[in-house]
């Protein structure tokens, strides 16, 4: 049973019958295809392919990017949830992760862009689109990524138009702990549906 790639953990924790359930093929939304075009333009501006004047939002200023602080865009990791281990990928990937070794303990997750505060702060940035996401607590997918890169602060930056906003959230290692857990257990209860649905229609007290 392969457990799902962070940005799918919010379904699969609402529901995680969907994972053991026959899968549709992904099907590429207008949204989406508009979502990815921005971040590539907020990736080069952050690494310095592009001027700063290139997009309307002062993405430097909006996450604190000071002289000293290091900036990584589409940053990849793989968390081994048996271990708690976790393995860098690559950067920039677009979603391409290399073949599991262990698919039904393995999560990768892509990062938008994570600044290596030059006082050892890290903040993972994540941008969303018009309707911004839950808080960072409830948002299994920020919390998972935010467990990758060991981040201090989560910052959720709602883009509409030339508008923007931040949402700040301070972690701590007993955060970072809580979601280790949570994610440990993941693969026993994915295994325990799959063998219910095996003897039978999943229902709601299934799941």
């Known amino acids: 049973m392969n457990l799902p790639t962070a940005s799918n953990l919010p379904r699969v924790m609402k529901c995680p019958a969907s994972q053991v359930l026959p899968q549709s093929p992904d099907v590429t939304s207008r949204a989406a295809s508009e979502g990815h075009a921005r971040h590539k333009r907020i990736a080069d501006v952050l690494t310095g392919r592009a001027p700063k004047d290139s997009i309307p939002w002062p993405v430097h200023e909006i996450l604190g990017i000071e002289d000293g602080d290091t900036v990584a865009v589409e940053r ?119 063998e219910r649905r095996a003897l039978g229609p999943l229902g709601r007290g299934n799941v």
Do not use: C, F
């Open 76 to 194: 990849a990791w793989r968390l081994h949830v048996s271990t708690g281990r976790v393995e860098w990928l690559g950067d920039e990937l677009d979603r391409a992760y290399p073949p599991h070794v262990v698919p039904e303990y393995e999560i990768d997750g892509t990062a938008d862009a994570v600044v290596y505060k030059a006082d050892g702060t890290r903040v993972l940035a994540d941008w969303k689109g018009r309707g911004g996401a839950d808080a960072v607590r409830a948002n299994w997918q920020l919390r998972t990524l935010a467990l990758m890169a060991v981040a201090d602060i989560v910052a959720v930056v709602p883009l509409d138009g030339d508008e923007y906003g931040i949402d700040a959230t301070e972690l701590s290692a007993n955060d970072h702990a809580a979601t280790e857990a949570t994610l440990r257990d993941l693969p026993r209860r994915l295994v325990a549906i799959d």
